[in-house]
């Protein structure tokens, strides 16, 4: 997992290179029939599970912000069980790592049953979730051995982005010189996570040594980074067996900080972004109840964290997710590590799950 971890960067480099010209792209990719079919779809459903399914979280962000189309996260669990509303006018987008995940599987038969088009982001070539797919887009990002997935969620979050780009352009929700920022701002994404993971290695793991014998931890995030809170969360549920819980922000005077007292730790991610003041007095409430706050800031200290741990704040806030799961997968490895678990093979995991 340590390697997958620190493979990111030159991962990511992967999955963009060569996709960063996105009209043409798109035309050698999927055709012209893609490029008139992305322009007149009504709406996006992700289905995905796990961590695919917090990948897709953060690109109904994206999507909405970029192509204005509205987007629905389901998971394929939920809507292979159940009579789910798709119509023929929908783009079903599936995102699975394996491309053999049995409920990500049946919403794409249902998806196609209804007459529906599937795009398919995947790292296996010929899966089988790729063989009923209208179209496919490889994520690239190597073979993944960690049970718990690292370096296939920041390539899907990489495909993502290139496909919410891909989906304005042919929507004309961009203007050229606004895509061309963006996509520059990308493409130099995998340096700063190079920078990221050498420099900061050293305090993550101090933070690890001190909390790797708690009991629960909970994730806080907002915006682009809400999914990141619960990806966090489940990372450190696969491989430390501590019980760990994300949410949005917003959501804890509804009911987790009656959590909070001496013990909880809270992560709380709260870049320098619109969102930093509601977050900020999230942070204040829980320092109120005494509870223990780990802040990724781009501050070198603050009054109301226990500890700190710095994000660039030179970064767009919608390219934030890349940057801001590194030290949280640190986190969780190191927690796992001091905890002397077995963290590539985690207990009752699988890597593929091909069952219902
Ligand atoms: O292969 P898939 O992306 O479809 O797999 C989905 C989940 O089973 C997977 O992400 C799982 O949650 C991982 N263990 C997460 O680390």
């Not at 603050?302 to 767009?316: C, F, G, K, V, Y």
Request: contains cysteine; charged residues 20%; aromatic residues 8%.
């Amino acid at each position: 997992m340590s390697k997958e971890i620190f493979e990111q960067p030159e991962v990511l480099a992967n999955t963009l290179e060569g996709r960063l010209a996105s009209l043409s792209i798109l035309r050698a990719s999927f055709g012209e029939n893609a490029l008139q079919m992305f322009g007149q779809i009504k709406q996006i459903q992700i289905v995905a599970c796990g961590t695919s399914y917090h990948a897709g979280l953060v690109a109904k962000c994206w999507i909405e912000k970029f192509a204005n189309l509205p987007v629905d996260v389901q998971f394929a669990s939920e809507i292979s069980s159940k009579e789910a509303y798709i119509s023929k006018f929908d783009l079903v987008l599936a995102v699975t790592q394996s491309g053999e995940t049995y409920d990500t599987l049946q919403s794409v038969k249902l998806a196609k049953k209804a007459g529906a088009r599937v795009f398919t982001i995947t790292n296996v070539k010929d899966s089988a979730i790729t063989k009923i797919s209208d179209y496919v887009f490889y994520t690239k990002c190597g073979f993944e051995i960690g049970v718990a997935s690292t370096k296939c969620f920041t390539s899907q979050l990489g495909a993502l982005l290139l496909l919410s780009i891909y989906l304005s352009t042919a929507r004309n929700m961009l203007n050229k010189e606004k895509r061309k920022e963006v996509l520059n701002n990308l493409r130099k994404i995998p340096d700063y996570m190079e920078n990221y993971l050498t420099n900061n290695l050293e305090k993550i793991k101090r933070i690890a040594k001190k909390y790797y014998r708690t009991k629960s931890m909970l994730f806080l995030g907002k915006g682009y980074n809400f999914p990141i809170a619960l990806e966090a969360a489940l990372k450190l549920k696969e491989i430390s067996y501590i019980y760990a819980e994300g949410y949005a922000s917003g959501e804890m005077k509804h009911g987790p900080i009656a959590l909070i007292d001496k013990k909880m730790p809270t992560v709380v991610i709260a870049p320098n972004d619109n969102n930093n003041k509601k977050i900020m007095s999230n942070a204040q409430e829980i320092n109120a109840r005494e509870g223990k706050i780990i802040l990724l800031t781009p501050e070198s200290s603050n009054e109301l964290a226990n500890h700190t741990i710095s994000i660039p704040d030179h970064i767009e806030d919608y390219l934030l997710p890349f940057i801001t799961i590194l030290p949280l997968q640190l986190l969780s490895y190191y927690i796992a590590l001091f905890k002397g678990n077995d963290i590539d093979q985690p207990r009752n995991l699988a890597k593929t799950v091909t069952v219902e």
